[in-house]
């Protein structure tokens, strides 16, 4: 994404980024994580743990876009994989659940490596087309293969016991299990993106040919990042499938992989928070509009125009150019 | 009559056809892509939604105005391509100076936003569309029935492909457009009003668009959705062909029509997937696809 993406960074060249967290960072993320403590109590669970889901799948897919500047039309395909893997798991094999989001979302990681050796031989919006294609792949697979039940996917999914002692039938065990994964993640691609790989990252982002005179083995980098994001998409997927006791092929359908690109797009590209917020008010919009039908998807087609159009910067991107601090 | 490989030959044939009829779909859609992409550096994401479109104007025309087949494949594309025109200058325009990847992005969200209309109107179940009486009939080759209709389908893009690759390759507005691609500055230095040539090259590329979806009306049902998947795989077989050439992309579109075709016959569960497994190959030999220049 040629530099105007990059508001964030824009406007006060941040030196000490690279040595400490910023202190506004562990602010936020400390009403967050209090907030989403406090939020069951207040917001229908199931709600909260779809929108949850959804802002991980839409962080990891952030890392990959907004710092390693590859946009993946594709995501659905690692999402929706996952998602089947952990459900066959933990229902004919017999799985504990987080044994069955293990392997789901190993195998996400895995179809990244193998998608993304050959897609990042390609740049652009060549990548994003390849990307598509694969993940088009992988549904017509999802459709076809005997596991993943056709159009009736998997469903009924036994959610388990965690580790053998915490019942996660019970809607308060599974809220605070899929927020513990949840900000694991979110933790970790902060980690990913705020540590020298990241910034090698950005640099790769902003001026490949340059990143590529510096000596750095530019495509290790995009590898690399295409499966962390991979495997995160993975976890996010598995562990709906968990929670909805799911998979079905919505899941790995192409607007699905559409659907996160939004998010991410709406909430703010390459920023923190961004696609959590992005991921929350599109969740919101289609459980009050899912009585209108279509409309949903005009109304996300709309916004597609008009974030490319006005916006963006996203609504995270908006806030952050207005506190003059990187969010 | 002789069999290949346990498969009779009038099984084969039919898949041919079929397959030949597919490609050329692939072949007006992927070259409409190419036109598109070459002058204005967007993926037009919109070109599934613009190929439902035309046949929806077809269908509509007869329905609702008596406006057969004939005026269709004229009144459709040129409807169609003047959305497309206003389009361009309402939304495609402000993006230019952008990363192409806005493109793509903004392309998706009309076509969102399109589908979503004729979804909300006509539902997702196909509505029919009857051929006219001049291609119903066939002729008999010996070794296959050959339908009139399929025929002139394979026809009627062999000719708007030629068509195409002759004005771009042989003519002068053509000698422009190519120029344009390199060098807008210079071209519009030279008094060629370049932006014109812009619109109308996205007009072009979305009639063709409509074209196609008017030849697969009477075919296929008419439906909101036909254009989604058909468009991934288009997406896959310029990928393959390399979107350089205008060429290529043409006999990539037939080609692969064929070789889905062939699949149908010999393993029919690899038949959806056969286009893709192909461009992952041609992604590990020849990155650039098989007739794009490398970038």
């Known amino acids: ?327 | 009559m002789f069999e290949l490989i346990g498969i009779p030959p009038q099984a084969l044939f039919g898949q041919l056809l079929l397959g030949l009829i597919n490609g050329s779909f692939y072949a007006v859609l992927s070259l409409g892509l190419a036109v598109i992409f070459g002058l204005l550096n967007i993926i037009n994401f919109t070109h599934g939604a613009q190929y439902m479109l035309g046949a929806f104007v077809a269908w509509m025309l007869l329905n609702y105005l008596g406006i057969g087949y004939w005026w269709a494949l004229l009144l459709a594309p040129l409807t169609v391509g003047l959305l497309g025109v206003v389009m361009e200058r309402l939304f495609i325009r402000r993006l230019y100076h952008l990363d192409h990847l806005y493109g793509l992005l903004l392309t998706f969200g009309l076509a969102l936003i399109i589908t979503g209309i004729f979804k909300q109107q006509f539902g997702v179940s196909g509505l029919p569309y009857s051929a006219p009486a001049l291609l119903s009939g066939g002729y008999n080759l010996g070794f296959m029935y050959l339908p009139v209709s399929r025929a002139w389908v394979i026809l009627a893009s062999a000719i708007v492909c030629f068509g195409t690759w002759f004005v771009i390759e042989k003519t002068r507005l053509g000698a422009y457009l190519r120029a344009a691609t390199e060098n807008p500055t210079l071209v519009g230095a030279f008094g060629i009003n370049v932006p014109l040539l812009i619109t109308a090259t996205y007009g072009f590329g979305v009639a063709l668009a409509a074209f196609a979806g008017v030849l697969a009306a009477p075919i296929y049902s008419v439906n909101p959705i036909m254009g989604e998947n058909l468009i991934i795989v288009v997406f896959a077989v310029v990928v393959i062909g390399g979107m350089g050439s205008i060429l290529g992309s043409i006999i990539t579109g037939f080609g692969l029509g064929l070789v889905e075709g062939l699949t149908r016959v010999f393993y029919p569960e690899g038949s959806a997937v056969v286009v893709f497994v192909i461009m992952a190959i041609v992604l590990l030999v020849k990155p650039a696809g098989l007739f794009g220049r490398e970038i």
Not at chain 1, 72 to 96: D, E, N
Not at chain 1, 262 to 276: K, S
Not at chain 1, 283 to 298: C, E, H, K, P, R
Request: glycine share 10%.
């Open chain 1, 1 to 327: 994404m040629a530099g105007n993406s990059d508001v964030v960074a824009a406007p006060v060249p941040n030196l000490r980024e690279p040595i400490g967290i910023p202190r506004h960072h562990i602010v936020l993320f400390s009403l967050l994580l209090a907030g989403l403590v406090v939020a069951p109590f207040v917001l229908y669970p199931v709600f909260l743990m779809k929108v949850l889901c959804f802002a991980l799948f839409a962080a990891a897919f952030n890392l990959l876009l907004g710092y390693g500047g590859l946009l993946s039309f594709g995501h659905a395909a690692y999402f929706g994989m996952a998602s089947y893997v952990s459900a066959h798991a933990a229902k004919i094999w017999g799985l504990t659940p987080e044994l069955a989001i293990l392997s789901g979302t190993l195998v996400a990681a895995v179809l990244g490596l193998v998608f993304g050796a050959l897609a990042i031989r390609r740049q652009g919006i060549y990548f994003a087309m390849v990307t598509l294609a694969f993940a088009q792949m992988v549904y017509f697979f999802s459709l076809q293969a005997p596991f993943t039940g056709g159009e009736d996917g998997i469903q009924a999914v036994p959610r388990g016991h965690l580790f053998g002692l915490f019942d996660l039938s019970r809607p308060e065990p599974l809220y605070f299990f899929v927020l513990a994964i949840f900000f694991a993640g979110i933790l970790l691609i902060y980690r990913i993106i705020h540590s020298p790989f990241g910034q090698v990252l950005k640099a790769i982002r902003q001026n490949e040919a340059r990143a590529v005179s510096l000596g750095y083995h530019v495509n290790r980098y995009k590898l690399t990042v295409f499966v962390l994001s991979a495997a995160l998409s993975g976890l996010a997927g598995a562990t709906k499938a968990i929670v909805f006791q799911l998979a079905s092929l919505t899941d790995v359908y192409w607007a699905m992989s559409g659907e996160v690109v939004l998010m991410t797009l709406l909430g703010g590209m390459g920023t923190v928070f961004g696609p959590l917020v992005g991921a929350a008010v599109i969740v919101t919009m289609q459980n009050y509009l899912a009585s209108f039908g279509d409309w949903v998807t005009i109304i996300q087609g709309a916004i597609f125009v008009i974030a490319v159009l006005l916006f963006r910067e996203g609504i995270v991107g908006v806030i952050a150019k207005w506190t003059k601090k990187p969010l």
